[in-house]
Nanobody, 121 residues
């Protein structure tokens, strides 16, 4: 059974930094694409960052240059380092895992429970 557990969310002032983590279990971690999504109140869930099994990363335009996704295949953990945070980054951040072969079908993946990130102005 795949389980994803996020941690590290909290309240930070604009311009500050925060790192959130996601620990995965029940999967062959190195065979999975790992994502961070976020959902703000009243908005749809959006893909923020993705990292492939091989370590290639991609980002939505609004976070490029500010956020960095990374993974530790030995510990089955991914991270999202968030710098220069803005109030519009406030959202629940969700970890998502999907097999590399199914990466184009995110609904086939598994979600974590989410962690709240709040950026005050």
């Amino acid at each position: 059974q795949v389980e994803l557990a996020e941690s590290g969310g909290g309240l930070v002032q604009a311009g500050g930094s925060l790192r959130i983590s996601c620990a995965a279990s029940g999967i062959i971690f190195s065979s999975y694409v790992m994502d961070w999504y976020r959902q703000a109140p009243g908005q749809s869930r959006e893909l923020v960052a993705r990292i492939t099994a091989g370590g290639s990363s991609s980002y939505t335009d609004s976070v490029k240059g500010r956020f960095t996704i990374s993974r530790d295949n030995g510990k089955n953990v991914i991270y999202l380092q968030m710098n220069s945070l803005r109030p519009e980054d406030t959202a629940v951040y969700y970890c998502h895992a999907v097999r590399t072969s199914e990466a184009q079908y995110p609904w086939l993946g598994t979600w974590g429970q989410g962690t709240q990130v709040t950026v005050s102005s």
